[in-house]
């Protein structure tokens, strides 16, 4: 149980352009979903935290009007890389819990790995 | 602020022999605490956590992990090493107040040897 997915995992794209990610729970309701940036050799970086129904909150520092975060239904966000520039190249993970309590585990998805060329 | 450490970047061992992945926590008030591993361009997979109760914490892979309260630390541990444990392991805590939001600590890579 608890299988997170992303699609796609892996994405090469012409600077410019944007770029969706999706990241679903396949086998149970995700009321909050979290995007991380992970860089090489790195810890995760927190992007965002996304609610069902709400709009997310960023980190300080995240764009949120570069990325996009849309939690429409309760096993499904997407992450939006709007006009991606090869800065934006890294590896992203997202998780989703089924409750935001703390002692509410995250599980997460396999990440996407986004170039930038 | 919270904060997590994980003193060593790099845990060698030998196949076979026990491992222990250090993880230190700063946070006000109760702290629960993860284990994760990641593989090779992989996301995260959970292996145990800490709320409440006993202090040794058994979770997946035969790994366990003891939270110790007054040396502010929660160890990840095997008995014995296999060289598919290799991989990169983050501890992390969620802190009092936010939810469930992770706070993770920098990872140690684990490479087990044959």
């Known amino acids: 149980g608890a299988v997170v997915s992303q699609h796609p995992s892996w994405v090469i794209c012409k600077s410019g352009t944007s770029v969706k990610i999706e990241c679903r729970s396949l086998?149970?309701?995700?009321?909050?979903m979290f995007w991380y940036r992970q860089f090489p050799k790195q810890s995760l970086m927190l992007m965002a935290t996304?609610?069902?129904?709400?709009?997310?909150?960023?980190e300080q520092g995240v764009e949120k009007d570069k990325f996009l975060i849309n939690h429409a239904s309760l096993t499904l966000s997407t992450l939006t890389v709007t006009s991606a520039h090869p800065e934006d190249s890294s590896f992203y993970i997202c998780?989703?819990?089924?409750?935001?309590?703390?002692?509410?585990?995250?599980?997460f998805g396999p990440g996407t790995r986004l170039l930038v060329l | 602020a919270q904060s997590v450490a994980q003193p060593e970047d790099q845990v060698n061992v030998a196949e076979g022999n026990p491992l222990t992945v250090k993880c230190t926590y700063s946070?006000?008030?109760?702290?629960?605490l993860f284990w994760y591993v990641q593989y090779p361009n992989r996301g995260l997979q959970f292996l145990l956590k800490?709320?409440?109760?006993?202090?040794l914490v058994k979770g997946s892979y035969g790994f366990e992990a003891e939270f110790n309260k007054s040396q502010t630390s929660f160890h990840l541990k095997k008995p014995s090493a296999l060289v598919s444990d290799s991989a990169l392991y983050f501890c992390?805590?969620?802190?009092?107040?936010?939810?469930?939001?992770?706070?993770f600590g920098g990872g140690t890579r684990l490479m087990v040897k044959p």
């Open positions: 998780s989703a819990s089924a409750g935001y309590s703390q002692s509410e585990t995250q599980y």
């Open positions: 086998d149970f309701q995700a009321t909050t």
């Open positions: 996304s609610n069902e129904g709400s709009k997310a909150t960023y």
């Open positions: 946070v006000s008030g109760n702290p629960y």
């Open positions: 800490y709320i409440t109760g006993d202090n």
């Open positions: 992390a805590v969620t802190p009092n107040s936010a939810g469930n939001m992770l706070t």
